[in-house]
């Protein structure tokens, strides 16, 4: 992959693509091989995690949840400057959430909840951006506004960006690049070539069928039509 390229890694639930995130952002040990860096340098990231770790005991505000990937908003932790609470109210802005930066964390939506995460990530200023399933739970136009803010940042700020998914239609109108992942197999490489009828269908030992029309992509079952004669 190259600085800004966008790529997504589908497969079905258990097949190892929250492993493999994990892997490359270094939080699992790597069990083979290496991984290597450009230029020999790890990137800023910023990670938005499958499912949020912040302890409903402790009455964050959405702000307070931005400020801790800045290493501040904890017991043990240094107050935030001037410079980082700029910083997370900005993230809060690009994701629509600014009027809404002191509202308690739990009071939020879910669809909200996963913008405050995702601006928690924008704040660190990442040049690598890694999303766990962020659109789990979210409907339909939640989902869409949530990976627009994603589009925007890359495009603005020429990020990479890694999204885990298990909707291979999402990763198909969205990512540059896919790896799509089934019990030990995979295949990999720009989405074009790879989230087609026949990699999909090979991969998965099932009848899968994309359709590209008008600029949107859709991945489905591949049912034949049964024609039914006159008596």
Known sequence: MTQGSYLGIVGPNGCGKTT???AILGILPLLGGNLDWADGRRPRIGYVPQRDAIDPIYPYRALEVV???LGTE???RPSPTREMRERAERALERVGLANHRYK???ELSGGQRQ?????RAIAVEPQLFALDEPTSGLDPGSTERLLDVVDEMRELHHLT????SHDLSLVARR???ALAMFEGKYVVGPVETTITTEQLSHLYQYPLRVVRSNGDVSVGPHRERKSVSGS
Request: charged content about 10%; proline content about 0%; overall charge positive.
């Open 161 to 164: 960006v890694i999204l885990v």
């Open 104 to 106: 308690g964390y739990s």
């Open 74 to 76: 904890h017991v043990f």
């Open 67 to 69: 400020l801790l990937g």
């Open 175 to 177: 990512a540059t690049h």
């Open 20 to 22: 493999l995130l994990k």
């Open 115 to 119: 913008r405050v995460l995702v601006a």
